[in-house]
């Protein structure tokens, strides 16, 4: 009979091993994992294997790797915004001529939910991906999301103007301009960020980027599904 997983303590450490081994690129071997978390060797071994036997992890050699099971619960997260951005971020891209990312406020942190790359960037845009500190988009979210880990001394400034801009703070010849996509209630609830070459004064995408996020906010509050009563 399989061992039932119970407690809050056990549920903690097997999510620090699911977050240790995305933070190693989705595998890492047993002693990476012991120094990452913190947490006793034998600690680890137990849960990796009971997370194995759960299909949340998968024995990779000597190592371990995030688990199918874990990528098929994934498909379900915010599906009307996957789709949506599915379906409006490439040709919005196309019209702008310049690569775009959609950015959610999840967990403290600026994620990367959906994106839409020209060939000729080289932006590396996978759905779940933390944003670095100093993005444009991580920068105009914190301005509206104090919560988030990623303070910023302007984000007074960042409200008022309506706007983030970086330049080569991340990558070398490239910049970026984020703006915010407003939930029906009018708060900002994501950002839009376009990735363009540094020569490329990014200030100067700020207003087709904001009538851009204004159509992609009113396309999705009319996809969205209702909230329940009570």
């Known amino acids: 009979m399989r061992e039932t997983i119970g407690g809050r303590g056990v549920l903690e450490g097997a999510f620090t091993l699911l977050e240790a081994l995305d933070e190693h690129g989705g595998q890492a071997g047993l002693t990476q994992l012991v120094r990452s978390t913190g947490l006793p060797k034998t600690t680890v071994h137990r849960l990796l294997e ?3 036997d759960l299909g949340a992890v998968e024995r990779a050699g000597r190592g371990y790797r995030i688990g199918s099971r874990v990528f098929r619960l ?4 915010q599906p009307e915004l996957r789709d ?4 409006w971020l490439p040709v919005l891209s196309a019209r702008m001529r310049t690569s775009l990312v ?7 942190r600026a994620l990367v939910a959906a994106g839409a790359v020209l060939p000729a960037d080289d932006v590396p845009v996978w759905p779940g991906t933390p944003l670095p500190p100093g993005t444009a988009a991580g920068r105009l979210l914190a301005a509206h ?5 990623e303070p910023d001394t302007d984000a007074l400034e960042i409200r008022a103007a309506g706007y983030a801009t970086e330049s080569e ?5 490239l910049g970026c301009a984020a703006v915010g996509i407003r939930t029906p209630d009018g708060r900002v609830g994501a950002a839009l960020a376009a990735v363009l070459p540094a020569r490329r004064d990014p200030v100067s995408v700020v207003a087709g980027l904001t009538g851009t996020a204004r159509s992609f906010g009113a396309a999705l509050a009319e996809h969205s599904p209702p909230k329940r009563a009570g």
Not at 74 to 77: S, V
Not at 84 to 87: D, N, P, R, S, T
Not at 145 to 149: D, E, I, N, Q, V
């Open 169 to 173: 703070t991340i990558t070398a010849g």
């Open 145 to 149: 999301h104090p919560s988030l880990a």
């Open 102 to 108: 959609l950015v959610v406020p999840r967990e403290g």
């Open 50 to 52: 009971q997370l194995a």
């Open 74 to 77: 994934g498909r379900f997260w």
């Open 84 to 87: 949506l951005a599915k379906e």
